[in-house]
């Protein structure tokens, strides 16, 4: 079946510095490719998302583009802020209706 | 209104309880999800409601029992669990239909403790 691997954190930052957060997947066929976020005490958001090779999805700053050659999808942002530092998982889907999960990195961001 | 709500926000309950946990959204949304999320983990999914019927049961417990009463209400009932059921409950919503499927939007979540 599917699944997303992700660097391991916790990643820590300074405030301004520049994000990079790896995600690469194992699939059969053209999944679907997600990041999600989720801040201290809450549910999980959807960040952005990228259906074939070679889209970029982006919001609030982050950028990720699905990679097919090299199966990444890795998650950037140019200027991190303070109110950044939360869990991001990496996600794909799959044939049976499922999201598949990374393990999730945590970001922590000082001013 | 995209939003989910959870209630309640936190519940402790001893082995021998009955309890309910409660989902809800107002998007119009036909598919309604229950995950289980321990500390520094990713949610593990356990049932998937489709147009109220049960689509997915990932192997519960049947000391976790789920019900939709409509389309915008998901409940949780939980009898008899264990210390190790202890963890954040989350619910989500999706559209059925294709991509829509996997973007999901989620509650607050549910923090059960048991004792």
């Known amino acids: 079946g599917n699944s997303v691997t992700q660097m391991e954190g916790p990643v820590t930052l300074s405030e301004e510095a520049f994000l990079t957060i790896n995600c690469t997947y194992t699939?059969?066929?053209?999944?679907?490719l997600f990041w999600y976020v989720q801040y201290p005490g809450e549910g999980l958001q959807l960040l952005l998302k990228?259906?074939?090779?070679?889209d970029k999805g982006s919001n609030k700053g982050f950028e990720a583009t699905y990679r097919k050659e090299t199966t990444s999808f890795h998650l950037e942002k140019g200027s991190v802020q303070v109110s950044d530092s939360a869990v991001y998982f990496c996600?794909?889907?799959?044939?049976?209706?499922?999201?598949?999960f990374g393990q999730g990195t945590t970001l922590q961001v000082k001013p | 209104d995209t939003e989910v709500t959870q209630t309640p926000k936190h519940l402790v309950m001893g082995m021998t309880n009955k309890k309910s946990l409660k989902c809800e959204q107002h998007?119009?949304?036909?598919?309604m999800y229950w995950y289980k999320q321990k500390a520094k983990k990713p949610p593990e999914l356990m049932f998937v409601y489709s147009y109220e019927k049960l689509s997915i049961n990932e192997s519960v417990p049947s000391r976790f029992s789920p019900e939709c009463p409509n389309s915008s209400l998901l409940n949780l009932h939980l009898h008899a669990l264990q210390p190790e059921d202890s963890a954040l409950y989350l619910c989500a919503s999706s559209n059925q239909e294709g991509l829509a499927a996997f973007e999901q939007y989620f509650g607050p979540g549910t923090r059960l403790t048991v004792t």
């Open positions: 699939a059969t066929g053209y999944p679907s």
């Open positions: 996600a794909c889907s799959s044939n049976t209706g499922k999201l598949i």
């Open positions: 990228a259906t074939k090779a070679d």
């Open positions: 998007m119009g949304h036909r598919a």
